[in-house]
T-cell receptor
Framework: EAGVAQSPRYKIIEKRQSVAFWCNPI?????LYWYQQILGQGPKLLIQ????????DSQLPKDRFSAERLKGVDSTLKIQPAKLEDSAVYLC????????????????FGSGTRLTVV | KQEVTQIPAALSVPEGENLVLNCSFT??????LQWFRQDPGKGLTSLLL?????REQTSGRLNASLDKSSGRSTLYIAASQPGDSATYLC??????????FGGGTRLMVKP
């Protein structure tokens, strides 16, 4: 099966500019996640979608970050305006499960988009 | 709130050594636990997924164990090779299938 596709792979922008990232999950995966990974740290969850609805966005800085998954398939993550501290790798992942208790499978991650804000 | 810690943060070993990477978590009410590998500039590759009812999983030279009562997981790598050099991340699942990651262990295996 094809993996999780993300684009672009790299992006360099100036602070206060806007940027958007795109993710296409594995076909049939109902759940989609965006994670932010700052250099030298583990990834941190930003938002979880179940089909086209938001399950959890408690760690998304909503004053500048937004995400959507309108048709329940691909998703976009936007930052407007960007700050220097937003420099990170943005990872998209998908899972066939809404709840881990169903006990099968796990996440598949994309290769990520590396954002540098200068 | 779940917190995941990985020790050591970095490790350098000669080729051929057996090694253990440690992961601890504060909330024992986890569901599954997963170990990932991350190469520089790349995404995460799943290594082993341990479901909450299991105590360990094995794949080739890798063995991961899970002890929920003590809040610990270990990843054992046998006969390490230079190709094993990467960052290893452990992550705990909550009931909503969301992951909390540790900070990772950067492994360097020297020829």
């Amino acid at each position: 099966e094809a993996g999780v596709a993300q684009s672009p792979r790299y992006k360099i922008i100036e602070k206060r500019q806007s940027v958007a990232f795109w993710c296409n999950p594995i076909s049939g995966h109902a759940t989609l996640y965006w994670y932010q990974q700052i250099l030298g740290q583990g990834p941190k969850l930003l938002i979880q979608f179940q089909n086209n609805g938001v399950v959890d966005d408690s760690q998304l800085p909503k004053d500048r970050f937004s995400a959507e998954r309108l048709k329940g398939v691909d998703s976009t993550l936007k930052i407007q305006p960007a700050k220097l501290e937003d420099s990170a790798v943005y990872l998209c992942a998908s899972s066939p499960l809404a709840r881990a208790a169903q006990g099968r499978g796990g996440y598949t991650f994309g290769s990520g988009t590396r954002l540098t804000v200068v | 709130k779940q917190e995941v810690t990985q020790i050591p943060a970095a490790l350098s070993v000669p080729e051929g050594e057996n090694l253990v990477l440690n992961c601890s978590f504060t909330d024992s009410a986890i569901y599954n636990l997963q170990w990932f590998r991350q190469d520089p500039g790349k995404g995460l590759t799943s290594l082993l997924l341990i479901q909450s009812s299991q105590r360990e999983q094995t794949s080739g030279r890798l063995n991961a164990s899970l002890d929920k009562s003590s809040g610990r997981s270990t990843l054992y790598i046998a006969a390490s090779q230079p190709g094993d050099s990467a960052t290893y991340l452990c992550a705990a699942y909550n009931a909503g299938n969301m992951l909390t990651f540790g900070g990772g262990t950067r492994l360097m295996v020297k020829p």
